[in-house]
Each structure stands twice: as C-alpha cells, then as structure tokens.
C-alpha cells in the first residue's frame, strides 16, 4: 500500500521492477502461473494482474463466486483507478496494463454419478444450472473488458479451447473425494499424480483408497480430473503458438 499512499522518486520504481522480475524468466519458460489469493482490495493481486498478459477466473458452484463475477468490472476499475498512475507511457517505465480474460474454470463442480468411467463431462442438473448463470453474468464482465481490450474475443475463445465448450467456461473440473483431497495435500502433489502406493501411505487408518479399480469413485475422479487439466493445457499450448 506504500506504493499508493506515498508515491516518491523511491517508490514509484517498485510497479516496473516488479513486473520486470517476473517477465525477466519468459524466454526459460513456455508459461508462468502465479496463483493470486482471493482478495479484491489486495494492492499485490492488483500489481500482479496488471503486469500480467492473461488471465483466468476460478470459480466454485456457491452464490459467493456468482457474487464476486458480477463485480469483476468494479474490482478491475478500482485496480486501474488505484495503479493508473504506474501504468508505462513513453517516458514512464511502469506496468504494461495490458491482462486479458481468458475464462472461467469450475472448480468442485458435482459430477453425474451414473455412466461408464470414459463419460468424464457428464455433471449434476444443479452444477450445469449455476454455470449457466455464472456464465450470463461474466458475459458482462467480457464485454467491459472488450471495450478496454481486456479480453480475447468469442472466436479466439473457441478456437483455443474448442467449439464444444461454452464461451466463457473453459472447463468444469470435478469435485473430487474428500480422500482424495486430504491424501494429495498430505502428500503435496497434486490429485493427478497419485499412485496407489502414495494412497496407501498417506490415505487415514481407517480408509480404503483404491485408484485401480476401474468403475470405483477415486478412479472416476482422477479420470475426470486429468481430462480436464490436459483440455486446459491443451488450449493454453495453442494460445501460446498463437503468439
């Protein structure tokens, strides 16, 4: 906050400094992911998303997100009002001010219990209503950004993340067991890296993890999960030779 509050021939330096310590790695790196905290007011998730070049939005299926996506334009005004005076001019070295929306990833979103392991897309009534309304109301975020070239358009949504997923929702990514959860962050790896013999170390006493039965729950999790975060990369790969 002393970057706002006290703007002086010391500090006004730190915005394009800290920009510039993150893009310095760009060339050693296809991509850099830099997941923010959730905080609307914070002053470094401001820095952040304006020294980024894309952005996505993750949400879960509760009124809390649908809540944050309708104030997504006021939250990006009152970070463009709060670093305005940072952003890079012909004779400033600042922020590039130049992130643009991607989409949205559902995050815990509540799979159809019937069907084959392979069926990883089918999801409950109640997940496929709320992304329905979540994805009208950041229709309206998009089309703020678009104004102020924050966005990429429908078409390039399309043509990188495939004709056969709504505009603006990349993915709905499952919500997988609670075994699950509580083994990966045990473990520290993420869902799709576990391996039964990781289950077995780290699952509770009285729980019995099997990832190898092909119909069982953990299985169709892992299933669905990786199929979503390979369509996520997948896309991000052809946005990235798109450039």
Same mark, same amino acid.
């Given at each position: 906050? !002393?970057?706002?509050? %006290? ?11 800290? $920009?510039?310590?993150?893009?310095? %790695?760009?060339?050693?790196?296809? &991509? ?23 952005? *996505? ?11 944050? *996506?309708? %104030? ?32 949205? /990833? @559902? ?23 709320? /992304?329905?309304? @979540?994805?009208?109301? /950041? ?36 919500? &997988? ?7 990966? $962050? ?11 013999? !990781?289950?077995?170390? #780290? ?5 019995? @993890? ?7 729950? #953990? ?5 669905? !999960?990786?199929?979503? #975060?390979?369509?996520? /990369? ?10």
């Amino acid at each position: 906050s !002393i970057i706002t509050k %006290n703007r002086n021939t010391f500090t006004e330096s730190i915005p394009f400094k800290f $920009e510039s310590s993150i893009k310095k %790695n760009k060339d050693r790196y296809d &991509f850099i992911l830099i997941d923010t905290s959730p905080s609307a007011s914070s002053v470094v998730n401001a820095l952040i998303m304006m020294s980024t070049d894309y952005f *996505i939005t993750p949400v879960s299926p509760s009124f809390f997100s649908l809540q944050a *996506i309708d %104030n997504l334009s006021s939250i990006f005004n009152n970070w463009i009002r709060l670093l305005g005076d940072y952003q890079t001019t012909q004779s400033f070295r600042g922020l590039s001010f130049q992130p643009k929306f991607l989409g949205l /990833v @559902v995050q815990m979103a509540k799979r159809f219990s019937g069907g084959s392991v392979q069926e990883t897309t089918s999801f409950s009534s109640s997940t496929e209503k709320w /992304v329905d309304d @979540v994805n009208r109301s /950041v229709k309206r975020f998009h089309r703020f950004a678009m104004q102020r070239g924050m966005a990429i358009s429908e078409q390039e949504f399309n043509n990188f993340f495939g004709y056969d997923t709504t505009p603006f929702v990349i993915q709905k990514c499952c919500d &997988f067991t609670p075994q699950l959860r509580s083994i990966a $962050e045990k473990a520290s790896l993420p869902v799709v890296k576990l391996t039964q013999k !990781i289950c077995n170390e #780290y699952k509770d006493s009285n729980k019995k @993890v099997d990832i190898t039965k092909e119909d069982g729950q #953990y299985t169709r999790s892992i299933v669905s !999960i990786t199929s979503s #975060y390979n369509k996520i /990369v997948d896309g991000l790969i052809k946005l990235e030779e798109s450039t």
